[in-house]
């Protein structure tokens, strides 16, 4: 029993619901790191690769994973789960506000757009653990998802907006 306890314990702690990847996101985000992608974001909320380019990774995952090699895939991989955090938030409030805008044939297809979406993220990222099979995957599927997750988000702000 002990051992099946064990398994079962190590299988929870390690979940990260939604990805489809085992790591652990080791806290939560932080106040001032919510905040700087938060500013960040509504400062290139009308230039969308610049939002990209200035406020994904710098912030949050790449001060948390420190010097490229410093530290192990799965830390990393973390670090890019904190952010990840962060983006989904974002996300989840701008999809909030789209669809609060929309009239019901909007609403049907926004929701399909976004299962797409998600469709497309999961099996985007996912490719990196089929392609590579190592440690490293973990890493790269975690970058992976915070990325896309944060494009989705700004993209959901600007046609809030439109």
Not at 74 to 102: F, H, M, P, Q
Not at 121 to 128: A, L
Not at 133 to 138: A, I, P
């Amino acid at each position: 029993m002990g051992r099946w306890f064990f398994a079962a314990a190590v299988l929870a702690a390690f979940s990260l619901p939604g990805s489809g990847k085992l790591y652990a996101q080791s806290r939560m985000p932080s106040t001032q790191e919510v905040a700087a992608i938060r500013v960040c974001a509504k400062k290139y909320q009308d230039d969308l690769d610049a939002g990209e380019q200035r406020c994904l990774f710098k912030l949050v995952a790449d001060p948390c994973a420190g010097p490229p090699g410093s530290k192990d895939d799965a830390t990393v991989a973390d670090c890019y789960g904190i952010e990840s955090k962060i983006w989904d938030d974002l996300l989840n409030e701008n999809y909030r506000t789209l669809l609060g805008e929309l009239d019901a044939d909007q609403t049907a297809k926004a929701k399909a757009m976004q299962r797409a979406w998600i469709a497309y993220r999961d099996t985007t990222c996912g490719f990196y653990d089929d392609k590579i099979r190592g440690s490293m995957s973990v890493m790269m599927h975690a970058a992976c998802f915070t990325r896309e997750t944060a494009r989705r988000a700004m993209l959901l702000g600007f046609f809030s907006r439109l």
